[in-house]
């Protein structure tokens, strides 16, 4: 019954001119009136579990510098992925990679370096 009340509290927050707030005291007063209060803690961890769920699958960017985030945005969004989440990460040496969910795809030059590698010792 939690996943149901949560379910239906996060897709009427997610539209735009929903007012959570609203939606919030709504839902107690419901509770309330049906005499089932005792649900609002499962309610709050399944909506916290659905957050964190959907964090986990959010696609990160990841950038060696911060003069290189605008391009690989763009760059990320011709390979069809769009985020606005940018990291910089100082193990690359350049370039950029973006994970969502199970695929990567990998611009960076320490990737490119290892493809080199690999070309010249498989050979």
């Known amino acids: 019954m939690e996943k149901v009340y949560a379910a239906a509290l996060a ?39 659905k957050e964190a769920r959907a964090q986990a699958l959010a696609p990160i960017l990841e950038v060696a510098s911060d003069g290189e985030k605008a391009a690989a945005v763009t760059a990320a969004k011709a390979e069809g992925i769009e985020t606005k989440d940018v990291r910089v990460n100082d193990s690359l ?3 950029w990679r973006v994970r969502s969910g199970s695929k990567l795809i990998d611009r960076s030059g320490k ?3 290892v493809e080199l590698y690999r070309n010249i010792v498989t050979k």
């Open 11 to 49: 897709s009427a927050a997610s539209k735009p001119d929903a007012d959570e707030a609203k939606l919030v005291s709504g839902l107690v007063k419901h509770l309330e009136s049906v005499g089932r209060m005792k649900l609002l803690p499962g309610i709050l961890r399944e909506l916290k579990a």
């Open 93 to 95: 040496i350049s370039g």
């Open 111 to 113: 990737q490119a370096l």
